[in-house]
């Protein structure tokens, strides 16, 4: 059984979980929301976009 679960949904469990569990607060988890459309709207979003689809690729090639 393959799973997909998109990249965003991820992050979005990870940070309620964040926010839940080890004390983030909300007001951190916006800036870091606010940076990462910072970071997509500059000249380094195509390494990133290469370096997570480059991670993503590897990860699913492991075999369990």
Same mark, same amino acid.
């Given at each position: 059984?393959? #799973? !997909?679960?998109?990249? @965003?949904? #991820? #992050?979005?469990?990870? @940070? &309620? %979980?964040? @926010?839940?569990? =080890? *004390? %983030?607060?909300? *007001?951190h988890a916006a800036?870091c929301m606010l #940076? *990462? &459309?910072?970071?997509? =709207? =500059? !000249? $380094? ?9 480059? @991670?993503?690729?590897?990860? =699913?090639? $492991?075999? &369990?």
């Amino acid at each position: 059984m393959a #799973l !997909s679960i998109s990249a @965003v949904v #991820l #992050l979005a469990i990870i @940070v &309620f %979980l964040l @926010v839940r569990k =080890s *004390g %983030l607060k909300a *007001g951190h988890a916006a800036i870091c929301m606010l #940076l *990462g &459309f910072y970071l997509a =709207s =500059s !000249s $380094i979003a195509p390494t990133l976009h290469q370096l997570t689809t480059n @991670v993503s690729s590897m990860i =699913s090639n $492991i075999k &369990f």
